[in-house]
């Protein structure tokens, strides 16, 4: 099987590309899928409304669908407009030739106006159809007809709503708080089953009017991440941040005269150099998330000293004096990794990464601190110490307590080797930061994380992001104890120089 899955929509045509046909086949390609159509309407629409509607023969729908299924494999349906009893009856008699293709159904069936689009028969051919795919993502006016009740005036009453139609229908439901009069909090959407909520993801509200398709592009996006993730809620996850960004970058295109709704900007991340959503997209977030702190490292006079060589040696080695200090700690927070991990490759990793450590810790006592009684730990070491040792209670939060001590410094630490010089006070340090091995166990480290939160719940990744950002905060404030410069103000993360023990074990 070719890693880029093959994802089908079945949907109305936009011509003026925000929605429908177009929008999907831009989200499929926005998030790794290869993108293919069967087209159930012509429309007449633009970003202010839609003219007209031309529904072909569903004769004609089904030559499309068996023309497809016949010479290409099909990895996963995305269904949108469909328009009458005729068109959604070919579509179900189509899908129960497939039954192991997941499909979503995202139902368009309530104008914005709050007019019902669908006719009772096209209506009833829809329940029907509900049957027989895996998610449906209604907005919350359609959640609402499908549920048998009015509008839910609130978040809560919303998933109440959608777990009925899961339990009535055997579908996960996509309840999504787009439309929500009350936004404080952020924006929901949650996947919800019979049994209630399996996964929420609340994200940012985006201050822009060009909305149009966001819907048939978040469906899509659903369908193309199931196939390459293999779990719904990796799906949305992903598909929501994917949405966050297009959404946020909306305002960069100039589609439509501004009096309607223009489209979301589907190909954002990938315009500014990024890879399709992915794994680990998860992770990253975090990493922008400190974005400002990595600017704080640069910024400090000690950083700044260590790499022109100016910096003081009493400095120096005050600072050596509590990383020794911390590395036992560190040494032990990787142990309980490694104890409390799921698999045996982990197991080695974060037991490696210890080991490297102690052997850093010996390593520092004889070659620049000598063999004198180790210092008191300062206020700014034993509250990293302490934040450390607290997060050890999970695995998942433990690793991510964890990975700033990696990362950062193999970020930071690139910079430092280059302004590598002969002569240079500290050059044996700054040879290290370019370490080939600390690099790949960096690398490992992030992909070992992303994995573990893949598979954490959502209050349980939330628990992994502050620990992720309380340590990279804790590492700007233990090097900058040292700092000519004074407090850094707080913001911002660094790194210690013997984090490079527990790589350069693996």
Known sequence: MSAVPNILSIAGSDPSGGAGIQADLKSIAACGGYGMAAITALTAQNTRGVAGVHIPPPDFLSAQLSAISEDVRVDAVKIGMLGNAGSISAVTDWLRTLPQTPVVLDPVMVATSGDRLLAADADAALRELLRVVDVVTPNLAELAVLAGEPAAPSWERALAQARAVASEYGVLVLAKG????????????????????????????????????????????????????????DALRLGKAWLGRALADADALGVGSGAGHGPVHHFAGLWAGERPPSPAALVDTWWDAIAGVREDIDSLAFVRGLKDGTLARADFEHYLRQDALYLRTFAQALS???????????????????????????????????????????????????????????????????????????????????????????????????????????????????????????????????????????????????????????????????????????
Request: aromatic residues 8%; proline residues 5%.
């Open 336 to 506: 309980r990794a490694s104890a409390l991990a799921p698999d045996a490759g982990q197991q080695r990793f974060w037991a490696s990464a210890a080991a490297g450590c102690l052997e850093e810790e010996l390593q520092l006592h004889r070659t620049r601190l000598g063999s004198g009684p180790p210092p008191e730990p300062s206020a700014t070491t034993a509250a990293y110490l302490n934040h450390l040792t607290a997060s050890g209670r999970t695995y998942p939060v433990l690793v991510a307590a964890i990975l700033p001590c990696f990362w950062l410094y193999q970020d930071a630490g690139s910079r430092l080797a280059a302004a590598h010089r002969e002569g240079h006070p500290y050059a044996d340090w700054l040879a290290a930061y370019s370490s080939v091995e600390f690099d790949r166990a960096t690398r490992e480290a992030v992909a070992v994380v992303q994995r573990v939160a893949l598979r954490a719940g959502e209050d349980e990744i939330a628990d992994m992001r502050r620990a992720f950002v309380e340590s990279a905060r804790h590492e700007l404030l233990f090097f900058a104890q040292t700092d000519a410069d004074g407090d850094p103000g707080g913001s911002g993360a660094a790194f210690g120089s013997s984090r490079l023990a527990g790589a350069r074990a693996e």
């Open 178 to 233: 787009g439309h929500l009069a009350d936004r404080r909090g952020g924006c929901p959407d949650a996947l919800v089953d019979a049994h209630g909520v399996v996964l929420e993801v609340v994200g940012d509200w985006a201050d822009t009017r060009n909305t149009h398709g966001t819907g048939c592009s978040l469906s899509s996006a659903l369908a193309t991440l199931y196939a390459r993730t293999g779990t719904w809620p």
